[in-house]
């Protein structure tokens, strides 16, 4: 393996080879696909001696989980606790734009900042199809954001949060697809332009 070839992966501060591990495995997935994600490949490209990716996972299917499990980690981490919106209090308060700009935050993060974790998730999306064990431990991360955001909805008045938040949700996917494998890959929408994008979708699932 050259060193072209090979991404620079070291631990971030206080962090443990667990993380070194799974974040190596991401980075494999965006640069190489599936096919080239194997232990010895986690290992050279860690920089780690041999073995050490197979004595943290022992198997395919749980180094697979792990990039998983890491990758709703750092995909959590878009928008932050202290930026997440509350409804405005009185019956008159307007939910919609506090709601879609932190929504339009976080997606535009996605996109700009981590566009290789886009990559990885459509890789491991796709290999969840085949291998059933993996698919529930994907479903379970998923569960992760929806049900937050469903319960967002209900607490901004939304009369079907369940739905509303699943049509966000896939609104959201057709932008991050378009954006990292799709026609818009040279063009990520500006944070005003998703923000409008949301705004739209909340007052029609409002009706504000």
């Keep these: ?3 072209e070839h090979t991404p620079a992966r070291t631990p971030a501060p206080g962090g443990s080879r667990a993380e070194l591990i799974a974040d190596t495995a991401l980075a494999l997935l965006a640069e190489r696909g599936m096919r080239g994600l194997t232990h010895r490949a986690v290992d050279e490209a860690a920089g780690l001696p041999p073995g050490s990716t197979s004595n943290h ?3 395919r299917a749980a180094l ?3 990039a998983v499990r890491r990758l709703a980690e750092r995909e959590a981490r878009v928008l932050g606790p202290g930026e997440m919106p509350t409804p405005g209090d009185g019956p008159d308060a307007d939910p919609v734009p506090p709601l879609a700009d932190a929504l339009a935050l976080a997606l535009h993060r996605s996109l700009t900042q981590a566009p ?3 990559i990885a998730r459509y890789e491991l999306a796709l290999e969840a199809t085949r291998r059933p064990e993996l698919r529930e431990f994907y ?7 929806r049900e937050p955001l469903e319960a967002l909805m209900t607490a901004v008045g939304s009369a079907e949060p369940r739905r509303h938040a699943q049509s966000l949700v896939a609104w959201c996917e057709g932008q991050m697809f378009s954006c990292a494998a799709g026609a818009d890959h040279a063009a990520v929408p500006q944070r005003a332009a998703l923000r409008a994008g949301f705004e739209e979708l909340l007052r029609g699932m409002l009706d504000r």
């Design 1 to 3: 393996m050259t060193a």
């Design 57 to 59: 996972a022992r198997t």
């Design 64 to 66: 697979l989980k792990a």
């Design 116 to 118: 290789d974790l886009l």
């Design 139 to 145: 479903d379970a991360a998923g569960r992760g954001f």
